[in-house]
């Protein structure tokens, strides 16, 4: 084998640590920043927040990083840019690539991912603001040890239907059975013990079921809307109801009216007054605690109107106040030869490039919600029917940015609208031709799609091909599978689900 030495010339990034951070910092949700700026806050004695200075101005558009970036400013080690380089990375692999080409790969549909808030209602000041949700309340299990405080029952009752109440699921229900219960507690007890704690624990279910939310301590379904139907005045009805429930509850989802009538000899109007009674009732008796509990969205951004403009702010809320401790920083400037032989001038650089990357951070995410404001216009005006397609190209291609840049921008960061608080990302989709030769946004279709749904007769339900027949008239072209992904990702029942019976 014959060696050589040869000389080649290549091109290739080169991250500094500074825009390595940037970049982390930047693709971050409110949450993590918050603990990225705590872990930073105890390991780095030179940066300090501005919360412990009451006469410190009051955020509007990030003041304190930038009165702390000019107070640094002068001290700027040599070398150092002026200014945050871009982040304009062109090679962060192939994989990522295609999933940033139009923001929409990762997604179930086109991009836009529903999220618990985008179902809330429109209402709101003109600000956009959202009203302040409620404090989240008990969980189910305090909310029934609260009653079993009030219950006079003997210590060994108590601990047992303690077990019980622990051993509830989110939802409400009894997951493991009394006897797998009894095998977790009594271990190898004797045959004799072990039946009188399995007795225990049958009673105890008892009280159990017997407690507020009607309905909870069940082992299935059947069981949980029988335990509320016995709880409301007996009437023919409520009989008919709880021997559905027992044993027919699967054809009453298929809407089979004639098996029922023949299974249960009723007719079809007290059917009809069954039916009733079931669709009133709560499947899931603990979903109202889950829900108390569930953590509200702080938006980053907050659109509002002004005239017949729409502004687009950051949230001080999210801003993190942060300053170099001024007592340290004097203090490295008066030892001897300066700053950067001193063992915390090190800290000192860091402290200043995580002010700054931080300001970028933001800075960053208000361009962006900007130029999507800008794009989106008719959503803000008129709401998810007229929101236009967009992908994360357009947006790179305005403001100078990489696609890779803009998709962590717009990852779990949340803009607060008169019409609801959105992630960045829903404001992206694919676009469907129209007869006109333009494009509709899927979001836009979506809409329609539950528009009809809504407006339909109950006794015969639009099927797919009537949606996409309906969407055809209006110009749009879609096909029907392509309905039924829609339908099913806005968690809509398909037509025979639908029938009223």
């Not at 705590?38 to 410190?56: G, H, I, K, R, S």
């Not at 704690?197 to 029988?226: K, M």
């Not at 998709?407 to 609208?417: E, G, I, L, Q």
């Not at 279709?445 to 969407?471: C, G, T, W």
Request: net charge negative; proline share 5%; with cysteine.
């Amino acid at each position: 084998m014959k060696q050589s030495l040869q000389v080649r010339l290549s091109q290739h990034l080169a991250l500094t640590p500074q825009l390595q951070q940037s970049i982390r910092l930047l693709q971050l949700s409110t949450l993590e920043l918050n603990q990225e700026v705590e872990q930073m806050l105890a390991q780095n004695p030179l940066l300090e927040t501005e919360e412990e200075f009451p006469d410190a101005p009051a955020a509007a558009e990030l003041p304190e990083i930038r009165k702390a970036q000019d107070e640094i400013g002068a001290d700027s080690g040599a070398g150092e840019p002026e200014t945050t380089p871009e982040i304009q990375a062109e090679d962060f692999g192939a994989t990522e690539r295609e999933d940033w080409e139009n923001g929409t790969e990762r997604d179930d549909f086109d991009g836009i991912r529903e999220l618990p808030s985008n179902s809330g209602s429109g209402s709101g000041d003109e600000d956009g603001e959202r009203p302040e949700q409620d404090s989240p309340g008990l969980s189910l299990q305090e909310h029934l040890n609260q009653q079993l405080a009030g219950m006079m029952l003997s210590p060994e009752d108590r601990a047992a239907l303690y077990v019980l109440i622990e051993s509830l699921n989110e939802d409400g229900y009894l997951e493991d059975s009394l006897e797998e219960l009894v095998e977790s507690l009594a271990g190898e007890a004797d045959p004799e013990a072990r039946d009188e704690l399995l007795d225990r624990l049958r009673c105890a279910l008892n009280w159990l079921q017997s407690l507020e939310p009607l309905g909870v301590g069940a082992r299935d379904l059947p069981e949980c809307l029988i335990l509320q139907l016995r709880a409301q005045p007996r009437s023919e009805a409520q009989v008919v109801a709880i021997l559905v429930c027992k044993q027919h509850l699967e054809l009453l989802a298929k809407r089979d009216l004639k098996k029922l009538m023949a299974l249960t000899g009723a007719d079809e109007a007290l059917l009809r007054e069954a039916q009733t009674l079931i669709t009133s009732l709560e499947p899931k008796p603990g979903r109202q605690f889950a829900r108390g509990q569930a953590q509200a969205v702080i938006p980053d951004v907050i659109v509002h109107k002004v005239g017949r403009e729409f502004r687009v702010m950051l949230n001080p809320e999210v801003a993190p106040k942060l300053r170099i401790n001024e007592l340290y920083a004097q203090a490295l400037r008066a030892t001897r030869g300066g700053v950067s032989n001193s063992p915390l001038g090190a800290q000192l650089q860091e402290a200043r490039w995580f002010i700054k990357n931080i300001q970028q951070r933001f800075d960053t995410i208000l361009r962006v919600s900007q130029a999507i404001v800008e794009r989106q216009k008719g959503f803000f005006t008129h709401g998810e029917l007229a929101m236009k397609p967009l992908v994360l190209r357009e947006i790179a291609d305005e403001l100078g940015l990489h696609e890779s840049t803009i998709s962590r921008v717009t990852n779990a960061k949340y803009m607060a609208t008169r019409f609801g608080t959105f992630e960045l990302k829903y404001f992206f989709g694919s676009g469907l031709n129209t007869e006109a030769g333009g494009n509709a946004s899927s979001t836009a279709v979506r809409a329609l799609i539950k528009q009809f749904v809504a407006a339909e007769d109950a006794a015969k339900p639009l099927s797919d091909s009537a949606l996409s027949n309906m969407l055809e008239e209006q110009g749009i072209q879609v096909a029907r599978r392509t309905v039924a992904k829609y339908r099913e990702a806005l968690k809509i029942a398909p037509a025979n689900l639908r029938k009223a019976m």
